[in-house]
């Protein structure tokens, strides 16, 4: 049983929660579920569950129209070598698509953009071979580690994105990049992650793109 308009929490490991399916629900109109496979940024980190990446694109769909299962597959400290190694076993049958929300960690580890494009291959790979419709966030590299490696592992996720025909949301924190005074509204304390208000932020510029990705694997379904 599914819950239709819920999400399944971060404390998620491995296997999944059962959930409510409204009984007058027709068949065909069973709400797709998605795996949010992420770092700190998807799990919520210094958040209430309500407050996190997860939960708050879980009520913005809802009221968005597109109603989804969301699996919260957020690892603080994650890196996309961990998410490589995790995606076989958190795809499991009833993921009909997959967020992929990865690179941070590696930024701040100076993991060579090399290590991290093969990483994020393997995701791919697995979700091609599983049939799961993917969106991939992309996370720009700074450029205190020069010219090159920015453009090497900014160049990761388009180039990903068109080799496996997958969807493209080219900057995690996207939704706060018109804003002003980002740090002192937007994020906690630690100037990495955001607070409530700039999950918000965050959330109302991505979900449009996994509203789409809910259609493509509804389509995909009939």
């Known amino acids: 049983m599914r819950n239709t308009f819920g999400y399944i929490g971060a404390g998620w490991r491995g296997k999944v929660v059962a959930g409510f399916l409204f009984l007058a629900c027709p068949a065909w109109a069973e709400p797709v579920t998605v795996l949010a496979l992420g770092d700190s940024l998807t799990q919520g980190y210094g958040l209430?569950?309500?407050e996190g990446f997860v939960p708050q694109l879980s009520a913005w769909l809802e009221a968005a129209g597109s109603p989804a299962i969301l699996i919260n597959g957020g690892v603080s400290g994650q890196t996309t070598a961990g998410g490589a190694a995790q995606v076989a076993w958190s795809l499991t049958p009833e993921v009909d698509a997959m967020i992929v929300a990865l690179g941070g960690n590696d930024l701040l580890r100076g993991i060579a953009p090399e290590v991290a494009r093969g990483n994020l291959e393997r995701i791919m790979q697995e979700a091609r071979a599983q049939?799961?419709?993917?969106?991939?966030?992309?996370?720009?590299?700074?450029?205190n580690y020069g010219a090159a490696y920015k453009a090497e592992f900014d160049a990761i996720y388009p180039d990903l994105v068109a080799?496996?025909?997958?969807?493209?949301?080219?900057?995690?924190?996207i939704g706060l990049a018109e804003e002003e005074d980002v740090r002192a509204r937007f994020f906690q304390p630690d100037g990495i992650h955001p607070n409530a208000e700039g999950v918000a932020q965050i959330v109302e510029a991505l979900g449009p793109a996994v509203a789409d990705l809910i259609a493509t694997a509804q389509?995909?379904?009939?």
């Open 131 to 143: 049939g799961v419709e993917v969106l991939l966030v992309g996370l720009p590299a700074p450029s």
């Open 219 to 222: 389509a995909e379904e009939q």
């Open 163 to 173: 080799e496996y025909s997958a969807a493209l949301a080219p900057d995690f924190f």
């Open 48 to 50: 209430v569950e309500a």
